[in-house]
């Protein structure tokens, strides 16, 4: 029984000589069982192709673990090992989880403010377009990538992609029951290059963008589709799932579907990743157990108090209308418009996603493909991110003062975050306690400085009677 | 029996002398019995003061009218008389009604699309703010003034009004059965004024803002109150009642009051004006026959075409917060916001009302003193007028096309107004049929001209990618 290393949250592959006639795919069951002092924890593994079985262990706490394979084939089951699992090294703060109810961080207690964008299908391009899109994401202020699993087909995006999850003829029949493990470990690349990023994959596991026939297979051939990818991805730390983006637009699949699909996706992952799901017209029951945060498609966000409140969990505007200017509203609104839809939000309570719709050339909209940014928004989106980070964790929605209503943050008595959109006092009544030092912000304009240093609880101070405008008021 | 001569529309008044002795506001009943062709209509009369009974009528049909009087008092009762009513001079179109049911026109067929403004408290000013107060309509977009009849105690507005409703005196108590009729006059000489400028006023019949007791009456004060009121002030065609500004922030009265009042008024006017009622935090019930379109408070521009069709009535948005720079949210928006607000409650199928609330030297704001604008939000509703104005009257918000929701109003296949609002597209494909004729507008910078003379339908257009674009999309 050999012993190996790995450090806490990284993954640790067990790698394993297999049959491969037949369908393994589909005829060989894989598991090994994991137990560190008293605790077990059951990890599935997956066919890699050519006879190679892997089981890959993302361990959650440091020390000893020991493991025994399980398998329906005798050559697989049985296999034994140990595991040191090492503190993790900087800059590892493990998977991201929800806490303080309605917000996330990691799991080393280390807060995380989501701040998302989109590229739906960039690891569906060529190889250069995927490392540019990586060296842009390098220089951005998103942590957050929505992405498919799937390749895409949608307006902008005609293009085949370099790989199919599936074997098969693209054009005649998938064998739905065979998957592409090159497909998959182009994604897993990549992943890779995002946990180097610090960026978390909202991994989208099923779109209606589709004409592979990908959005129509059986509830047998989705649920065998949605275990295989959480029996290769599970062990990556950085990796979200959300069930669809709009769901609700996949023909075919009713709200008993999504419920089982939740529960098969929630039922292989030992690590309980964060799970969602993104709706198109409609809402799906965010409060079923198995939902873990509002991932919600909206520009109304003034409903997002009201959505924490009635489920209990985060909600992440995750679109909001991408800054651009194509025809479809969904993706031409101004820099300026998404700006104040990320603040509106955030004193809300919530987190907003964004996204990049601007014409291009040879159609690479970043929204989709990845490649360049090239708004006005993200700069101002740092800004933001910088703001947020420098205050105290998990703000909440101020109540009880109607100015103030869907205007501000706090933790109260400690710390407010008030912005105020379109609106343009030319005072403002500081909330009662102090004394406070009040910082003025552009939110456009990202200037920040002292506008009191010292002012008393209860205190009208003098505002510049401009629109996008904040302040960050903090007890002295 | 005298005959007199009044055009249609215009206000007949009879003159009676009386008794003045006892209480005759209390005591003495007085109507008349007005009789064309079949048709009788009951107008109730009033007492004047000083022993002086008054009659008022507005024919709403031209020929000659009879009538005789009832009195609980011989002396005033079974006068009769003759009054031949002559057609309408130019420029009356007799009072507004419900037209198309989501629009309102005069009762002459002539469209009327409502720009309201307020200057809640303009008739309890200075005769010289009052006089301003006019000369600003006068060059000013408005043809609806939101008004109070009571007097109004609230911050920016601390000053004792010239005179009161009732006798008594102001700091201990008044006799609430004993109203002032030089306080009415002045309303009344506002109100042909406003008349004189074709401006319709929506009169505000109570209000939670008072420091006098007028919103802490009894039921048998405040109905005998609006009867008053409706006797006096309803053959002024130019009239609406709404019942109350922020209905739901007067204390002490609940929904049934509001139901009985709202039928007081009802069946007091002979002439059915438009009624309405205007809520603070919730609405009252819109749907209850005696309301005859929604007088709603909210920024919530997006939800207008639901309550429109929800309710089967006009929806006017008379309050969406306010052009200046108080500290109160309410009352700070920039005029980009509140033209924005115009237009996209326009393109919902909705009415919009402005209001101004730039702090002065003397606490002469606009929204509730009148005097003086100072903002830039009413030339750019002028240009909003001037369009809607050459448009077909009742624009209906177009259905069908998802990109179109809550972006167009249209005749289908005549004509379309799309608004953008912060969406700032490149391309904009046109409506099946046509041959269409295009013109842009910028909603802000008031500039308009012809984008495209003669394109196909269902043609892609270029567009100029900038935000607060309209276009106006006619058939050639």
């Given at each position: 029984?050999?012993?190996?290393?790995?450090?806490?949250?990284?993954?640790?592959?067990?790698?394993?000589?297999?049959?491969?006639e037949?369908?393994?795919?589909?005829?060989?069951?894989?598991?090994?069982?994991?137990r560190?002092?008293?605790?077990?924890?059951?990890?599935?593994?997956?066919?890699?192709?050519?006879?190679?079985?892997?089981?890959?262990?993302?361990?959650?706490?440091?020390g000893?673990?020991?493991y025994?394979t399980?398998?329906?084939?005798?050559?697989?089951a049985?296999?034994?090992?140990?595991?040191?699992?090492?503190?993790?090294?900087?800059?590892?703060?493990?998977?991201v989880?929800?806490?303080?109810?309605?917000?996330?961080?990691?799991?080393?207690?280390?807060?995380?403010?989501?701040?998302?964008?989109?590229?739906?299908?960039?690891?569906?391009?060529?190889?250069?377009l995927?490392?540019?899109?990586?060296?842009?994401?390098?220089?951005?202020?998103?942590?957050?990538?929505?992405?498919?699993?799937?390749?895409?087909?949608?307006?902008?995006?005609?293009?085949e992609?370099?790989?199919?999850?599936?074997?098969?003829?693209?054009l005649t029949?998938?064998?739905?029951?065979r998957?592409?493990?090159?497909?998959?470990r182009?994604?897993e690349?990549?992943?890779?290059?995002?946990?180097?990023?610090?960026?978390?994959?909202?991994l989208?596991?099923?779109?209606?963008?589709?004409?592979?026939?990908?959005?129509?297979?059986?509830?047998?051939?989705?649920?065998?589709?949605?275990?295989y990818?959480?029996?290769?991805?599970?062990a990556?730390?950085?990796?979200?799932?959300?069930?669809?983006?709009?769901?609700?637009?996949?023909?075919?699949?009713?709200?008993?579907d999504?419920?089982?699909?939740?529960?098969?996706?929630?039922?292989?992952?030992?690590?309980d990743?964060?799970?969602?799901?993104?709706?198109?017209?409609?809402?799906?029951?965010?409060?079923?157990?198995?939902?873990?945060?509002?991932?919600?498609q909206s520009?109304?966000?003034?409903?997002?108090?009201?959505?924490?409140?009635?489920?209990?969990?985060?909600?992440?505007?995750?679109?909001?209308?991408?800054?651009?200017?194509i025809?479809?509203?969904?993706?031409?609104?101004?820099?300026?418009?998404?700006?104040h839809?990320?603040w509106?939000?955030?004193?809300?309570?919530?987190?907003?996603?964004?996204g990049?719709?601007?014409?291009?050339?040879?159609d690479?909209?970043?929204?989709?493909?990845?490649?360049?940014?090239?708004?006005?928004?993200?700069?101002?989106?740092?800004f933001?991110?910088?703001?947020?980070?420098?205050l105290?964790h998990?703000?909440?929605?101020?109540e009880?003062n109607?100015?103030?209503?869907?205007?501000?943050?706090?933790?109260?008595?400690?710390?407010?975050?008030?912005?105020?959109g379109?609106?343009?006092?030319?005072?403002?009544?500081?909330?009662?306690?102090?004394?406070?030092?009040?910082?003025?912000?552009?939110?456009?304009?990202?200037?920040?400085?002292v506008?009191?240093r010292?002012?008393?609880?209860?205190?009208?101070i003098?505002?510049?009677?401009?629109?996008?405008?904040?302040?960050?008021?903090?007890?002295?």
């Amino acid at each position: 029984m050999k012993t190996e290393a790995v450090e806490q949250w990284d993954l640790y592959e067990i790698t394993l000589p297999g049959p491969s006639e037949g369908n393994p795919f589909r005829e060989v069951e894989l598991a090994a069982l994991f137990r560190r002092a008293g605790r077990e924890l059951l990890v599935d593994g997956f066919y890699d192709g050519d006879g190679v079985y892997r089981i890959r262990f993302m361990p959650d706490e440091v020390g000893e673990w020991t493991y025994v394979t399980r398998s329906n084939v005798p050559q697989l089951a049985g296999m034994q090992g140990r595991v040191v699992c090492t503190p993790p090294s900087t800059g590892n703060h493990g998977p991201v989880r929800v806490a303080k109810r309605y917000h996330f961080a990691y799991a080393d207690g280390t807060p995380y403010i989501p701040f998302g964008t989109t590229c739906y299908a960039w690891v569906h391009q060529t190889d250069s377009l995927v490392e540019q899109t990586l060296e842009t994401l390098a220089q951005s202020p998103f942590n957050k990538l929505r992405m498919c699993v799937f390749p895409k087909s949608y307006v902008f995006n005609e293009n085949e992609p370099p790989l199919y999850p599936f074997e098969g003829c693209p054009l005649t029949d998938w064998q739905f029951d065979r998957f592409n493990p090159v497909f998959f470990r182009r994604i897993e690349a990549c992943l890779y290059r995002l946990r180097d990023l610090a960026i978390e994959a909202d991994l989208i596991l099923l779109h209606p963008y589709d004409r592979w026939g990908f959005a129509q297979m059986t509830a047998e051939e989705d649920d065998r589709y949605l275990r295989y990818v959480v029996a290769r991805l599970a062990a990556f730390r950085n990796v979200w799932w959300s069930m669809a983006n709009e769901f609700d637009f996949m023909e075919g699949k009713n709200d008993e579907d999504w419920d089982r699909m939740f529960r098969v996706v929630q039922d292989a992952d030992p690590y309980d990743h964060l799970r969602s799901i993104h709706n198109g017209a409609r809402f799906y029951d965010h409060s079923a157990p198995w939902v873990s945060h509002c991932s919600v498609q909206s520009g109304n966000m003034e409903a997002g108090k009201m959505w924490r409140q009635n489920y209990g969990k985060p909600v992440v505007f995750d679109e909001v209308c991408y800054e651009g200017n194509i025809e479809d509203p969904w993706g031409n609104i101004t820099p300026q418009e998404l700006v104040h839809r990320f603040w509106r939000g955030t004193v809300a309570g919530c987190y907003v996603g964004h996204g990049e719709t601007y014409l291009h050339p040879h159609d690479i909209l970043w929204w989709s493909k990845g490649g360049e940014l090239h708004g006005e928004s993200p700069s101002r989106i740092a800004f933001l991110r910088q703001v947020l980070g420098e205050l105290p964790h998990g703000l909440t929605p101020a109540e009880g003062n109607w100015r103030w209503q869907d205007r501000a943050v706090m933790v109260e008595g400690r710390c407010y975050l008030f912005y105020f959109g379109p609106h343009q006092p030319s005072f403002w009544t500081l909330p009662e306690g102090g004394p406070w030092h009040v910082e003025l912000l552009d939110t456009y304009q990202m200037t920040r400085g002292v506008l009191v240093r010292h002012a008393e609880g209860g205190a009208r101070i003098r505002m510049p009677a401009k629109p996008w405008q904040a302040l960050v008021v903090t007890r002295r």
